[in-house]
T-cell receptor, first 114, second 115 residues
Protein backbone atom coordinates (compact mmCIF):
# COMPACT_ATOMS: atom_id res chain seq x y z
CA UNK A 1 0.00 0.00 0.00
CA UNK A 2 1.08 3.57 -0.51
CA UNK A 3 0.10 6.55 1.60
CA UNK A 4 0.85 10.20 2.14
CA UNK A 5 0.57 12.22 5.34
CA UNK A 6 0.35 15.98 5.61
CA UNK A 7 0.46 16.48 9.36
CA UNK A 8 -0.69 20.11 9.34
CA UNK A 9 -4.18 21.06 8.22
CA UNK A 10 -3.28 24.74 8.41
CA UNK A 11 -0.05 26.71 8.15
CA UNK A 12 0.08 30.44 8.79
CA UNK A 13 3.12 32.53 7.92
CA UNK A 14 3.82 36.24 7.65
CA UNK A 15 4.56 37.69 4.24
CA UNK A 16 8.29 37.84 3.59
CA UNK A 17 9.10 34.95 5.92
CA UNK A 18 10.14 31.48 4.76
CA UNK A 19 7.48 28.79 4.61
CA UNK A 20 7.47 25.01 4.89
CA UNK A 21 4.60 22.64 4.17
CA UNK A 22 5.31 19.15 5.42
CA UNK A 23 4.76 15.83 3.69
CA UNK A 24 5.76 12.29 4.60
CA UNK A 25 5.09 9.18 2.57
CA UNK A 26 4.99 5.42 2.83
CA UNK A 27 5.57 3.15 -0.16
CA UNK A 28 7.03 -0.22 -1.01
CA UNK A 29 9.63 0.66 -3.59
CA UNK A 30 11.01 3.85 -5.04
CA UNK A 31 8.62 6.80 -4.84
CA UNK A 32 7.64 9.39 -7.37
CA UNK A 33 6.57 12.48 -5.41
CA UNK A 34 4.51 15.49 -6.46
CA UNK A 35 3.21 18.78 -5.11
CA UNK A 36 0.02 20.38 -6.42
CA UNK A 37 -1.63 23.66 -5.45
CA UNK A 38 -5.33 24.52 -5.47
CA UNK A 39 -6.59 28.09 -5.56
CA UNK A 40 -10.22 28.84 -4.59
CA UNK A 41 -12.78 27.54 -7.09
CA UNK A 42 -10.08 26.04 -9.31
CA UNK A 43 -8.67 22.64 -10.07
CA UNK A 44 -5.27 21.53 -8.86
CA UNK A 45 -2.17 22.86 -10.59
CA UNK A 46 1.15 21.03 -10.80
CA UNK A 47 4.02 22.65 -8.86
CA UNK A 48 6.92 20.20 -8.97
CA UNK A 49 7.91 16.54 -8.93
CA UNK A 50 10.72 14.29 -7.78
CA UNK A 51 11.45 11.28 -9.94
CA UNK A 52 15.17 10.64 -9.52
CA UNK A 53 18.45 12.49 -9.24
CA UNK A 54 19.06 15.64 -7.23
CA UNK A 55 17.17 15.59 -3.94
CA UNK A 56 16.35 19.30 -4.18
CA UNK A 57 13.70 19.93 -6.79
CA UNK A 58 12.76 23.39 -8.02
CA UNK A 59 9.30 24.17 -9.30
CA UNK A 60 6.91 26.92 -10.27
CA UNK A 61 6.45 30.27 -8.47
CA UNK A 62 9.72 29.97 -6.53
CA UNK A 63 8.78 26.79 -4.69
CA UNK A 64 11.18 23.94 -4.07
CA UNK A 65 11.02 20.62 -2.26
CA UNK A 66 13.61 18.35 -0.76
CA UNK A 67 13.41 14.59 -1.03
CA UNK A 68 14.74 12.89 2.10
CA UNK A 69 14.79 9.12 1.72
CA UNK A 70 15.85 8.32 5.28
CA UNK A 71 13.05 10.41 6.75
CA UNK A 72 10.60 9.50 3.95
CA UNK A 73 9.75 13.16 3.58
CA UNK A 74 9.19 15.61 0.74
CA UNK A 75 8.63 19.01 2.36
CA UNK A 76 7.65 21.99 0.24
CA UNK A 77 9.57 25.22 0.87
CA UNK A 78 9.84 28.80 -0.23
CA UNK A 79 12.31 31.37 1.06
CA UNK A 80 9.99 34.37 0.84
CA UNK A 81 6.24 33.88 1.26
CA UNK A 82 3.80 36.08 -0.67
CA UNK A 83 0.13 36.74 0.07
CA UNK A 84 -0.75 35.26 -3.32
CA UNK A 85 0.79 31.93 -2.20
CA UNK A 86 -2.23 31.44 0.06
CA UNK A 87 -3.89 28.27 -1.21
CA UNK A 88 -4.48 24.59 -0.51
CA UNK A 89 -1.42 22.41 -1.11
CA UNK A 90 -1.46 18.69 -1.81
CA UNK A 91 1.40 16.21 -1.71
CA UNK A 92 1.05 13.03 -3.78
CA UNK A 93 2.98 9.79 -4.32
CA UNK A 94 3.11 6.80 -6.60
CA UNK A 95 5.57 3.92 -6.82
CA UNK A 96 8.00 3.62 -9.69
CA UNK A 97 7.43 0.65 -11.97
CA UNK A 98 3.89 0.19 -10.72
CA UNK A 99 0.62 0.92 -12.44
CA UNK A 100 -0.76 1.94 -9.05
CA UNK A 101 -2.31 5.31 -9.26
CA UNK A 102 -1.43 8.56 -7.56
CA UNK A 103 -2.29 8.82 -3.85
CA UNK A 104 -2.93 12.30 -2.48
CA UNK A 105 -2.50 13.64 1.02
CA UNK A 106 -5.36 15.38 2.81
CA UNK A 107 -4.06 18.84 1.97
CA UNK A 108 -2.60 21.78 3.90
CA UNK A 109 -4.19 25.20 3.84
CA UNK A 110 -1.44 27.82 3.64
CA UNK A 111 -2.32 31.35 4.69
CA UNK A 112 0.23 34.11 4.18
CA UNK A 113 -0.60 37.10 6.36
CA UNK A 114 0.18 40.60 5.07
CA UNK B 1 -5.85 27.04 -24.98
CA UNK B 2 -4.92 23.64 -23.55
CA UNK B 3 -7.47 22.70 -20.96
CA UNK B 4 -9.68 20.15 -19.26
CA UNK B 5 -13.32 21.22 -19.34
CA UNK B 6 -15.91 19.89 -16.93
CA UNK B 7 -19.63 20.57 -17.00
CA UNK B 8 -21.61 21.56 -15.12
CA UNK B 9 -19.72 23.55 -12.45
CA UNK B 10 -22.57 23.21 -9.98
CA UNK B 11 -25.29 20.58 -9.80
CA UNK B 12 -28.06 20.02 -7.27
CA UNK B 13 -30.13 16.89 -7.68
CA UNK B 14 -32.31 14.47 -5.77
CA UNK B 15 -31.61 10.94 -4.66
CA UNK B 16 -31.99 8.40 -7.45
CA UNK B 17 -32.08 10.76 -10.42
CA UNK B 18 -29.45 9.70 -12.93
CA UNK B 19 -26.88 12.30 -13.88
CA UNK B 20 -23.78 12.68 -16.02
CA UNK B 21 -20.83 14.99 -15.49
CA UNK B 22 -18.94 15.58 -18.70
CA UNK B 23 -15.17 15.93 -19.07
CA UNK B 24 -13.31 16.86 -22.23
CA UNK B 25 -9.62 17.58 -22.88
CA UNK B 26 -8.05 19.12 -25.97
CA UNK B 27 -4.44 18.02 -25.40
CA UNK B 28 -4.61 14.57 -27.00
CA UNK B 29 -3.87 13.01 -23.63
CA UNK B 30 -4.06 9.24 -23.31
CA UNK B 31 -4.69 9.10 -19.57
CA UNK B 32 -7.83 10.49 -17.89
CA UNK B 33 -9.12 10.15 -14.36
CA UNK B 34 -11.92 11.19 -12.01
CA UNK B 35 -11.40 12.22 -8.39
CA UNK B 36 -13.65 13.33 -5.59
CA UNK B 37 -12.47 15.82 -2.99
CA UNK B 38 -13.88 15.75 0.52
CA UNK B 39 -12.71 17.82 3.53
CA UNK B 40 -9.98 16.09 5.48
CA UNK B 41 -9.71 13.27 2.95
CA UNK B 42 -7.88 14.96 0.10
CA UNK B 43 -8.51 13.61 -3.37
CA UNK B 44 -9.61 10.04 -3.88
CA UNK B 45 -9.62 8.39 -7.26
CA UNK B 46 -12.91 7.06 -8.60
CA UNK B 47 -12.03 5.66 -12.03
CA UNK B 48 -9.27 6.09 -14.55
CA UNK B 49 -8.61 5.33 -18.18
CA UNK B 50 -5.24 4.58 -19.73
CA UNK B 51 -6.58 5.00 -23.26
CA UNK B 52 -9.69 4.66 -25.41
CA UNK B 53 -11.92 1.74 -24.36
CA UNK B 54 -9.64 1.01 -21.37
CA UNK B 55 -11.01 1.91 -17.95
CA UNK B 56 -10.32 0.69 -14.43
CA UNK B 57 -11.50 1.24 -10.89
CA UNK B 58 -9.76 3.60 -8.52
CA UNK B 59 -10.07 3.64 -4.74
CA UNK B 60 -13.76 4.60 -4.48
CA UNK B 61 -15.64 3.35 -7.57
CA UNK B 62 -18.89 2.27 -5.91
CA UNK B 63 -21.93 4.08 -7.30
CA UNK B 64 -20.13 5.45 -10.34
CA UNK B 65 -19.68 4.49 -13.97
CA UNK B 66 -17.43 5.83 -16.72
CA UNK B 67 -16.88 5.33 -20.41
CA UNK B 68 -14.06 6.21 -22.81
CA UNK B 69 -15.39 5.94 -26.33
CA UNK B 70 -13.23 8.77 -27.65
CA UNK B 71 -9.82 9.97 -26.56
CA UNK B 72 -10.97 13.47 -25.59
CA UNK B 73 -14.07 12.60 -23.51
CA UNK B 74 -14.43 10.79 -20.20
CA UNK B 75 -17.91 11.25 -18.68
CA UNK B 76 -18.74 10.30 -15.10
CA UNK B 77 -22.15 8.71 -14.64
CA UNK B 78 -24.11 8.39 -11.41
CA UNK B 79 -26.94 5.97 -12.16
CA UNK B 80 -28.70 6.45 -8.82
CA UNK B 81 -27.09 9.25 -6.82
CA UNK B 82 -27.20 9.18 -3.04
CA UNK B 83 -26.47 11.90 -0.47
CA UNK B 84 -23.05 10.39 0.34
CA UNK B 85 -22.01 11.26 -3.19
CA UNK B 86 -22.31 14.94 -2.38
CA UNK B 87 -18.79 16.13 -3.09
CA UNK B 88 -16.47 18.17 -5.29
CA UNK B 89 -15.47 16.23 -8.39
CA UNK B 90 -12.42 16.74 -10.56
CA UNK B 91 -11.49 15.34 -13.92
CA UNK B 92 -7.80 15.17 -14.82
CA UNK B 93 -5.70 14.12 -17.80
CA UNK B 94 -2.07 13.36 -18.53
CA UNK B 95 -0.04 12.69 -21.64
CA UNK B 96 1.46 9.27 -20.89
CA UNK B 97 1.03 8.40 -17.26
CA UNK B 98 3.14 5.31 -16.82
CA UNK B 99 5.96 6.20 -19.16
CA UNK B 100 7.12 9.59 -18.03
CA UNK B 101 5.13 10.73 -14.99
CA UNK B 102 3.83 13.73 -16.90
CA UNK B 103 1.80 15.98 -14.58
CA UNK B 104 -1.94 15.78 -14.25
CA UNK B 105 -3.98 18.64 -15.73
CA UNK B 106 -7.18 19.25 -13.78
CA UNK B 107 -10.54 20.69 -14.69
CA UNK B 108 -12.09 23.40 -12.49
CA UNK B 109 -14.33 20.98 -10.67
CA UNK B 110 -18.02 20.12 -10.36
CA UNK B 111 -19.72 20.67 -7.05
CA UNK B 112 -22.48 18.09 -6.71
CA UNK B 113 -25.17 18.18 -4.04
CA UNK B 114 -27.56 15.23 -3.70
CA UNK B 115 -30.57 15.83 -1.47
Amino acid sequence: AQSVAQPEDQVNVAEGNPLTVKCTYSVSGNPYLFWYVQYPNRGLQFLLKYITGDNLVKGSYGFEAEFNKSQTSFHLKKTTALVRDSALYFCAVRVSGSARQLTFGSGTQLTVLP
Amino acid sequence: EAQVTQNPRYLITVTGKKLTVTCSQNMNHEYMSWYRQDPGLGLRQIYYSMNVEVTDKGDVPEGYKVSRKEKRNFPLILESPSPNQTSLYFCASSLRWLENNSPLHFGNGTRLTVT
